[in-house]
């Protein structure tokens, strides 16, 4: 994470406080840092974080609320038929480039019928 005001903004927003708690059990946590090599922060070229979540309307909101905290659009909500059938995403940058993405997979045993 840079040092400076909007990617403190953007990653203390309310937007991972509804991603999830790190304390809770089976809750995944996202934990953020300056690199141990002490050099500036570089965004990883082809790196993306996804979370995946049970519905679309989860994601819709995390989308809405990443944009609000100053990330950047890097794919609007919807479903994308080309990875598979029901599969629902949005993509967003934060303020350092890094590409975060909100997903929802089909059931499989939706997709075994």
Same mark, same amino acid.
């Given at each position: ?34 690199? +141990?090599?002490?050099?500036? #922060?570089?965004?990883?070229? =082809?790196?993306?974080? $996804? /979370?995946?979540?049970?519905?679309? *309307? ?28 029901? +599969?629902?995403?949005?993509? #967003?940058?934060?303020?350092? =480039?890094?590409?975060? $993405? /909100?997903?929802?997979?089909?059931? *499989? ?5």
């Amino acid at each position: 994470m840079s040092e400076d005001d909007s990617s403190r903004s953007f990653l203390q927003g309310r937007l991972f406080q509804r991603v999830g708690d790190a304390g809770a059990a089976g809750i995944p946590g996202l934990f953020v840092g300056y690199p +141990f090599d002490g050099q500036d #922060v570089s965004v990883g070229n =082809g790196t993306m974080t $996804a /979370f995946q979540f049970a519905d679309p *309307e989860r994601v819709d909101k995390l989308y809405e609320m990443a944009i609000g905290n100053g990330g950047s659009d890097e794919g609007a909500p919807g479903y994308r038929p080309q990875y598979a059938e029901g +599969f629902y995403a949005a993509y #967003v940058g934060d303020c350092d =480039g890094n590409k975060l $993405a /909100f997903v929802v997979y089909p059931d *499989e045993s939706e997709q075994a019928k």
